[in-house]
């Protein structure tokens, strides 16, 4: 049957009566109006309201698809509807698609400035780009014009308790709670309250109590499991801690097979091998310093904070971040224009292999102008770009940025793959390789021998730092990393600590960070070295090429 459109002709009273039913509905009877919905469709009426209803069901479903696509026919007949455009965006998010979500709540708060929930959507969608400030703005936002908004509680719950303000964190988990017992969310919120303050028998409790219940999400019953795994850690019942931990790394290993493990698709570890194929393949002349290149342009200096993600990146950039000559980004996606060019596709790092430096020129404008984009002003400045992945990226740094220079981080190769196991991460490609230790050790071990061969080919300018030399000596290692910056040595790097409460940071480090140094953080596969052992042929000649076969 054709569709009646509603919205470009004149109405017909019953076709009028019926919509009006199902705005009637959603007030106060969503599975009536639902189904309404659902009944009117089948009789061929179209209209936004409709639509809108259908793609909410879907989306209450899972079916985020199936529920953008129903969002988008009621869009066809309405643009300028931010109701849609706000479902659309929260569904993008559930996708993982968290760029295209922040550019769609964008719109939608353009139509809707008052929108508490395109407000909200707008903050989470900000929060899982790390850019938190932004979702902290957006969530205070949605409160202030709603304020018995659950949700945006308990995004600023979890805020807070990324800054360890526990009591802050508690207070919005346990409004959120009052106002939404079933906000998820909040209630892990507690749970981390619980862990900063090392209760750890109060957070299993309420952890297990989350795990039982029915209608929990996967993904939430997933982090739930990683939560408990710390718990039963802070309470020294380890092996329970690593089974906790990898129940939630198999439950996320499930939740996005699809889209990451399919039949034929190459995983981040071949992926890479296939990069570095390409780079050992092509001439070593190619990948020589251009003579007198420069892309400096008009910061002061410019490096690359990288190695592997655990391995203490977040940490030496909260040290940087205090230094008065220095802008830190955090991991943002800068070079993405690059990246999309001559790492994505194969045959893409050959064709690199043979630019010559003055051809690369609109990748280093699009780099800064990115920079800026994200609110970083590095004029003057020396700016430090982190990314502990960036290590696949050294050939491209090699040719955009040939002057940069390289601080690589380490640390024991079993205290990082335990910890890549243990933290949950926004998922992509890369972080599905951290959802079994197994797989975590082989991409480890991928990622090393590509930047060894990398470090040892091209002609950068590289500081390796130890994690645990800064642990052990922190004054020395801050020394050496100014020296190594040309930056003056000052005694409030020691301030990291505060700095990071105060910046906010989106990575799973960013609770310890906070804490400041602590040598609980060396050493910490000792518990769990019951595990580990069956990943020990592939860590073990890293352990002793980097120096650790003795600890």
Known sequence: MAKRDTDSRETPR??????????????????????????AKAAGISSPLIHHVLAIKLQQEGLYEEAIVEAGEGLRLN????????????????????????????????????SSEASYGYGWAAERLGALEAAESGFKRALSLDPGHADAMAGLSGLAARRRDWDEAQRYAEQAIAIDPEQMDARLNLARVDLGRSNFDAATDRLQAMISLPALKPLARANARLMLGDALDGARRFHEAFEAYSAGKAELRELYAGEFAQDGM???????????????????????????????????????????????????EQVLETHPDVAT???????????????????????????????????????????????????????????????????????????????FAIRDPRDVVLSCVRRGFNMNSSMYEFTGLERAAKYYSAVMSAGEAYLEALPLDVLKVRYEDVVADFDKS???????LEIDRTEGLRDFAET??????????????????????????RHYDFALTAVEPILQPWIERLGYSQA
Request: a neutral charge.
């Open 14 to 39: 019953h076709d009028g009566d019926r919509i009006a039913e199902i705005a009637a509905a959603t007030a106060g009877n969503f599975p009536k109006a639902a189904s309404l919905a659902s009944e």
């Open 500 to 525: 990071a409460r105060r910046r906010m940071i989106g990575t799973p480090s960013s609770v310890q960070v906070g804490r400041g140094l602590y040598e609980e953080g060396v050493g910490q596969w």
């Open 79 to 114: 643009p300028q509807d931010a109701g849609l455009m706000t479902t659309v965006g929260f569904c993008l998010l559930e996708l993982g698609r968290r760029q295209e979500a922040a550019q769609v709540f964008g719109e939608a708060l353009k139509l809707a400035p008052t």
């Open 478 to 484: 801050a020394g050496q990393l100014c020296d190594f």
């Open 329 to 407: 980004l955090g991991e943002r996606p800068v070079m993405i224009d690059a990246e999309a060019e001559f790492l994505t596709e194969p045959g893409g790092v050959k064709r690199l292999a043979d630019v010559v430096g003055g051809l690369l020129e609109p990748y280093r404008q699009s780099y800064w102008r990115r920079v800026r984009e994200f609110g970083i002003d590095p004029r003057g400045m020396v700016f430090v770009d982190k990314h502990p992945l960036s290590t696949i990226r050294l050939p491209l740094i090699a040719k955009v940025f040939p002057n940069a220079k390289i601080i």
């Open 266 to 316: 190459p995983t981040a570890t071949d992926s890479l091998r296939r990069i570095l194929s390409e780079f050992t393949d092509s001439p070593r002349e190619s990948w020589s310093r251009a003579a007198g290149s420069s892309t400096r342009g008009d910061h002061k200096d410019h490096a690359f904070l990288l190695g592997f993600p655990r391995s203490g990146t977040t940490l030496l």
